[in-house]
């Protein structure tokens, strides 16, 4: 494997095209808004983008429910809008993640269509149809991912079909290699067009037991946790086959070179790192979401990094995720100061990181009125927080009417302190988060320790956190302060340059301890050995 890859050394920025940037006033984003827009990105400094799906869909949730792999939903544009994109983004260097959705289609999709119109149908089996218990049941206790039976009887069919998600998003039957077939098609597709690779959507779904037997009930189940928690998913979630289909996805694409596969697995960390495959067969980077659901302390973090390192296999490349398009935004876990320290970890770790679009300016989760849902998860399971809306709200970009976003009326409110939280305001701004993620991504372009070194935990107590990044003999600390209190650190070694502060300012001289503020993370440069 090569070992500065593009998707090791560069960071990853997801972009979420509903709410990105639109240019045709139906509130909605669209191919030519992210292209507006690339140069924000290219100022950013990141290396790729990864879109949220832009393909032809019911939309019923919102692009994951495709009807069309093999096109653009005319939301967004058509194929010429998306070369378009394409073309311009390489020339600004940056590299474009598709996402691929392989576990499910839309219910409209033509091959469910076909498949439900009649047993003998050649794509009935492309699909997962199932006769009732005897009394008309569904065939087992299978819950949905957004509630309710994971079977649907359909009357045409006169069967049950399985899906993981809403009942509009029928899942695929990936023991049938007419299946795999045609889904490693659409990744010959795209990859002709030129992308450079693909988030793979949800696939510790992929296959489910062979035998179908019931999912065993989850004794630490409380009401208020997602529906689906109330069964341990073991018959449902991470069943063996799935690794064999991840390899012919990996096979296609190592046909073209150069190009990522990321593979989207919400697991613990000992299942996870299989989903790099036998000899790194799958996935490049399986995402790693751990840092969304570990506690903010530095011990449990800690931990969480050193569990992570230990795990990985050999040749294995880390990689690190914040936030996305389905879960709490980081600003809003654990609020605005130390999320300006959450940034410095992101971006200081060893590992691709990820930064889901918003972070880079601090957004939050704006909450949505029960008038304005959309998310299908809140309307199917109201009134628990498990709506993914207040993470999905547009982009301010300025302070003008609807910060710049549309000139309609935007599909999701916008955040209410949208004339003074946006990016014009904070490009402006050299103590601003935005002004952080640039000059963090820089320091991590500039270097080497930081985007390829190794990782060495030096600290951590109740409030601090520290560790070195190294190679050769270069030699960076970073030392986070998780708590609002002034803290004091001993250093292993003598620092001999501040090279930033997250209050972007000029820290303290250096002294042999560390003097860290209030919510502040330093990168230090520690002395070499003496030979
Ligand atoms: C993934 C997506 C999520 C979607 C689900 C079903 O988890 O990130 O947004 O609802 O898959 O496709």
Not at 361 to 386: A, H, K
Request: one cysteine or more; aromatic letters at 10%.
């Amino acid at each position: 494997m090569d070992v500065n890859a593009w998707w090791q050394t560069g960071v990853i920025y997801q972009v979420y095209p509903r709410s990105f940037q639109d240019t045709d006033g139906d509130g909605v984003g669209d191919l030519d808004g992210i292209r507006r827009r690339l140069h924000h990105l290219v100022d950013l400094g990141v290396q790729a983008i990864w879109i949220s799906p832009i393909f032809p869909s019911p939309m019923r949730d919102f692009g994951y429910d495709v009807s069309d792999y093999c096109d653009i939903d005319p939301l967004f544009g058509r194929l010429a809008n998306f070369d378009a994109l394409l073309a311009d983004a390489h020339a600004a260097g940056l590299k474009v993640i598709l996402d691929f959705v392989p576990n499910h289609t839309s219910d409209r999709h033509p091959w469910f269509a076909d498949s439900r119109s009649s047993p003998n149908s050649p794509k009935r089996d492309w699909y997962i149809w199932r006769d009732g218990k005897p009394g008309g049941a569904p065939p087992n206790n299978w819950e949905s991912e957004f509630g309710g039976s994971a079977w649907t009887f359909d009357q045409v069919a006169g069967q049950y079909y399985y899906h993981a998600y809403l009942k509009e998003q029928p899942d695929l039957n990936w023991r049938n290699p007419q299946v795999q077939d045609a889904m490693c098609d659409v990744l010959r597709f795209w990859f002709d067009r030129g992308v450079d690779g693909f988030r793979v959507d949800a696939i510790h779904h992929l296959v489910e037991d062979e035998d179908e037997r019931d999912n065993p009930a989850n004794p630490d189940w409380r009401p208020g946790m997602p529906p689906a928690d109330r069964w341990l998913q073991t018959r449902t979630v991470d069943q063996p086959g799935v690794h064999e289909c991840i390899k012919l996805m990996r096979h296609v694409a190592d046909r073209y070179g150069n190009k990522v596969m990321i593979g989207e697995a919400y697991l613990p960390i000992d299942q996870l790192m299989a989903y790099y495959g036998a000899d790194l067969s799958g996935f490049h980077l399986p995402f790693n979401f751990h840092l969304i659901s570990t506690d903010w302390q530095p011990r449990a973090i800690a931990s969480l990094i050193e569990t992570y390192e230990a795990a990985l296999p050999q040749g294995g490349w880390p990689n690190w995720v914040l936030g996305n398009h389905d879960r709490a935004r980081v600003a809003s876990r654990i609020g605005p100061a130390q999320a300006r320290v959450a940034a410095m970890l992101l971006l200081t770790l060893r590992g691709t990181p990820t930064i889901y679009q918003g972070e880079e300016i601090g957004m939050q989760d704006v909450p949505i009125p029960p008038s304005l849902v959309q998310d299908p998860f809140e309307r199917n399971v109201p009134g628990l927080g498990l709506g993914r809306d207040p993470v999905r709200t547009p982009m301010p970009w300025t302070s003008e009417r609807h910060a710049g976003f549309t000139e309609g009326q935007p599909w999701l409110p916008l955040n209410a302190d949208a004339d003074v939280l946006n990016v014009a305001r904070q490009i402006d701004d050299p103590r601003s988060m935005l002004s952080l993620y640039r000059a963090l991504i820089r320091l991590r372009g500039n270097e080497a320790a930081l985007s390829v070194g190794a990782f060495r935990l030096v600290h951590v107590d109740d409030h601090v956190l520290a560790y070195e990044r190294r190679i050769a003999d270069q030699r960076l600390l970073i030392a986070l302060n998780m708590t609002d209190r002034v803290q004091v650190l001993r250093p292993p070694r003598p620092a001999c340059e501040a090279l930033l502060s997250t209050y972007l300012d000029h820290p303290d001289p250096l002294r042999d301890d560390i003097h860290l503020r209030a919510d502040e993370g330093l990168i230090l440069r520690t002395l070499p050995d003496v030979a």
